[in-house]
């Protein structure tokens, strides 16, 4: 069955140290999204991808980068890790790009940056 | 500015009781609309969608009806299970612009036997 993985599912680490985020979709879904989860905030939009070398920011991409080289995945780096990033992070993709369009959901990762 | 809006949590509820837990949204046009479930330790899985107004979508006795004139998307079933216990997301994808999904902030329901 196709899926989509996230790993590490639980990661600690320091402040200012370089942390990527993977995500692996076998849906062959041309489009991927990178999310936070906050209490009290719901959801947020960190990056999203509708394609190979197509990356594009959300309403929360500062501090991280993308990048799409092929379908299937889609990493997230921390550039330098920050309190304030620690969140549980979820992966995403769907097929087409119209608003009806079902995105379907990684596990998670837990990060924690002390 | 698109926004969704949902009623604070926790919902706690007797098994077999009637669930409601509102949600209310903010857009312009006319955005498609998500309930997404998220049980304990796992990711968000799609519960229901609506792409238009009157439609009603439905998914294991969950039901919510796409409301343009009071524009909400209230999600109801008529008895909870104990299995039912999860965070529920109401979500919009505007009709126009690139994908977005904008999120509520999550309603938590707990039912007990």
Known sequence: DAEITQSPRHKITETGRQV????????????MFWYRQDLGHGLRLIHYSYGVQDTNKGEVSDGYSVSRSNTEDLPLTLESAASSQTSVYFCASSEGQGARETQYFGPGTRLLVL | GN????????VTLSEEAFLTINCT???TGYPSLFWYV???GEGLQLLLKATK???????????????KETTSFHLEKGSVQVSDSAVYFCALTPRTGFQKLVFGTGTRLLVSP
């Open chain 2, 25 to 27: 949204y903010t857009a």
């Open chain 2, 53 to 67: 107004a009157d439609d009603k979508g439905s998914n294991k006795g969950f039901e919510a009806t796409y409301r």
């Open chain 2, 3 to 10: 926004s969704v809006t949902q009623m604070e949590g926790p």
């Open chain 1, 20 to 31: 990527t985020l993977a995500c692996h979709q076998t849906w062959n879904h041309n489009n």
């Open chain 2, 38 to 40: 998220q049980y304990p």
